[in-house]
C-alpha cells in the first residue's frame, strides 16, 4: 500500500496558474505509475494526466494539452501537475492515483489502485 497526499490547490483566477503535488509514502515510489484524475460537481471522474513509473511516458486529456505538465521526482517520492492558463471548466477536486502494476497507467480509473483525499482547484472568472 501507498498514502497519498495531494496538496496545492486552491483559488485562481482564470488564466492564472496552480503547481499540484502529490507525496507518497509507504513503498518505493519509483515503482508505481502515476496519475491524476478530477471530478466536478454532479460529473463523473475524469482522466487528466499520467506518467509511467520512470516519466518516460506521460498522457493528457485532450482538454489540457498544452496547459498541464504531469511530472514526477522519485528520489522526493513526490508527483506534481503543473496547471496554467486555467479554465473555469478546470475547477474541480483533483486527485492523484497510484497503480502498483503497471508500468503505466493510463487514462482508466480501474488500472490505479491507491488514491489520495483530493484537492480543490476553484477558478473564478
Known amino acids: 500500500q501507498v498514502q497519498l497526499v495531494e496538496a496545492g490547490g486552491g483559488l485562481v483566477q482564470a488564466g492564472g496558474s496552480l503547481r499540484l503535488s502529490c507525496a507518497a509514502s509507504?513503498?518505493?515510489?519509483?515503482?508505481?505509475?502515476m496519475g491524476w484524475f478530477r471530478q466536478a460537481p454532479g460529473k463523473e471522474r475524469e482522466f487528466v494526466a499520467a506518467i509511467s513509473r520512470s516519466a518516460d511516458d506521460t498522457g493528457y486529456v485532450d482538454s489540457v494539452k498544452g496547459r498541464f505538465t504531469i511530472s514526477r521526482d522519485n528520489a522526493k517520492s513526490t508527483l506534481y501537475l503543473q496547471m496554467n492558463s486555467l479554465k473555469s471548466e478546470d475547477m474541480a477536486v483533483y486527485y492523484c492515483?497510484?497503480?502498483?502494476?503497471?508500468?503505466?497507467?493510463?487514462?482508466?480509473?480501474?488500472?490505479?489502485?491507491?488514491w489520495g483525499q483530493g484537492t480543490q482547484v476553484t477558478v473564478s472568472s
Open positions: 492515483a497510484a497503480s502498483v502494476s503497471r508500468w503505466y497507467g493510463g487514462s482508466s480509473p480501474l488500472h490505479y489502485d491507491n
Open positions: 509507504g513503498r518505493t515510489f519509483s515503482t508505481y505509475a
